[in-house]
């Protein structure tokens, strides 16, 4: 069965970092209706076989009158990537959606441990803004990962968070190599571990050589495999 998708067109287009952008964009003929953590599908007219199908995970709520907020980095050699960068407000796009399942468990019963490395940061910012929305008190533990000091993606918004809100805690970390080693340091500090009981919630984003090692690192520690909630973008 094809998917449904209809043109989209490009409100504003805003840099974020050195290498990500951000696009605000709105669906022409009806609105997306998705849960925090759901991505959409951008159908991009590139390639030897178009279109290019691309992932992107919102970044913010949904909105009343149904504009998307996309947040990418600039692959060097990425068709799709490359493509996008060259967008302008009133730019037409197609994308279908929303899918995925990268969404806040229930009940949420333990603290809420959020690891993302680099722009999987992006579906992490929209559970977040549900989470203090919705005035949950689920004591919430981020850890966010970036290649650079100047490519930590939202940070002035988590050290706002953090100031806000007394159960949301907020580690950065930039590393280049051994990056799930450094974030298992931090998490053994962390949370350390009850025995015979697992402390938190994992939820994980990022390429699969940084997720995967991580899933195992919770999976040997004593949590079912099922209870890693795990996104990967590659």
């Not at 947040?71 to 050699?77: P, Q, T, Y």
């Not at 940070?155 to 051994?178: C, D, I, K």
């Not at 298992?184 to 984003?205: F, R, S, Y």
Request: net charge neutral; glycine share 6%; with cysteine.
């Amino acid at each position: 069965m094809a998917e449904l998708s209809q043109p989209a067109t490009v409100l504003s287009v805003t840099d974020l970092t050195p290498h990500v952008r951000q696009l605000v964009v709105k669906p022409n003929r009806t609105k997306i209706s998705f849960q925090p953590g759901q991505w959409v599908s951008l159908k991009l007219p590139i390639g030897p076989k178009p279109p290019l199908n691309r992932a992107y995970s919102m970044a913010d709520l949904s909105s009343p009158s149904g504009e998307l907020t996309l947040v990418f980095d600039r692959v060097l050699g990425g068709l799709g990537s490359n493509y996008l960068y060259q967008l302008k407000p009133g730019d037409e796009i197609p994308l279908s959606g929303p899918y995925g399942n990268f969404v806040l468990p229930q009940p949420l019963d333990r603290e809420l441990l959020l690891i993302a490395r680099y722009t999987g940061l992006v579906p992490i910012r929209c559970l977040l803004k549900q989470i203090f929305f919705a005035e949950l008190q689920t004591p919430v533990l981020l850890i966010a990962l970036a290649p650079h000091e100047e490519e930590v993606l939202f940070h002035q918004e988590w050290l706002t968070m953090a100031m806000q809100h007394r159960s949301f805690r907020y580690l950065p970390l930039v590393a280049q190599n051994g990056e799930a080693e450094a974030v298992e340091k931090a998490v053994a500090m962390l949370t350390p571990p009850v025995k015979g009981q697992p402390k938190v919630v994992p939820m994980l984003c990022g390429t699969k050589a940084f997720v995967r090692p991580l899933r195992t690192y919770f999976t040997e520690g004593g949590y079912d495999r099922k209870e890693v909630k795990v996104e990967t973008y590659d």
